[in-house]
């Protein structure tokens, strides 16, 4: 079992930056992929961003440019770098774990990211 705590979401004016942070603990050592997925009210759920253990990331096209993801592996925490927000990114973000880049095992609880115009 894998837990995950995020952190860091909240309200922020459009072009604004916020940074949301996940760290896990529990079975770490099945761990491969982190990243994050959203879900805004009345849309499905959508794969943000994702990095493998060894670096290798995905983004969903509407944030390339935009969010950054990066991981410490001494930490067992993936973050979540969002720069020059939109009303759009509105959601709730929700970590995940996976063996791949697309899989997921393990979810955190989501935090609230509003970006407001």
């Known amino acids: 079992q894998v837990q995950l705590v995020e952190s860091g979401g909240g309200l922020v004016q459009a072009g604004g930056s916020l940074r949301l942070s996940c760290a896990a603990s529990?079975?770490?050592?099945?761990?491969?992929?982190m990243g994050w997925y959203r879900q805004a009210p009345g849309k499905q759920r959508e794969l943000v961003a994702a990095?493998?253990?060894?670096?290798?990331?995905k983004y969903v096209e509407s944030v390339k440019g935009r969010f950054t993801i990066s991981r410490d592996s001494a930490k067992n925490t993936v973050y979540l770098q969002m720069t020059n927000l939109k009303p759009e990114d509105t959601a709730v973000y929700y970590c995940f774990t996976g063996a791949t880049l697309t899989t997921t095992n393990s979810w955190g609880q989501g935090t609230q990211v509003t970006g407001s115009s």
């Open positions: 990095i493998t253990r060894g670096g290798v990331t």
């Open positions: 529990g079975s770490i050592f099945v761990i491969n992929a």
